[in-house]
């Protein structure tokens, strides 16, 4: 995914687990949704990664997030 800032830009992504569905947004420019399927019961974790290049995180906050729907 490109979201079109130069490779020296810091890059912000800010990344939503909801059961099945994933959304990540970068540098709130560029958004994608996807919905996955976890194979195992134990598949409970997330990974980060850099593909052809290095990457560094500086900061990560995670909170759980209430129902949108309380009923």
Known sequence: MSIGAPAEEPLQLRIFVDHSVVEAF??????VMRRIYPQGVDATGVRL?????????LA????????ANPW
Not at 26 to 31: F, L, M
Not at 49 to 57: D, K, L, P, Q, T
Not at 60 to 67: C, Q, S, T, Y
């Open 49 to 57: 990664f850099a593909h052809g290049g290095r990457a560094r995180i």
């Open 26 to 31: 970068a540098n709130d420019r560029q958004g």
């Open 60 to 67: 990560a906050r995670a909170w759980d997030m209430a129902p």
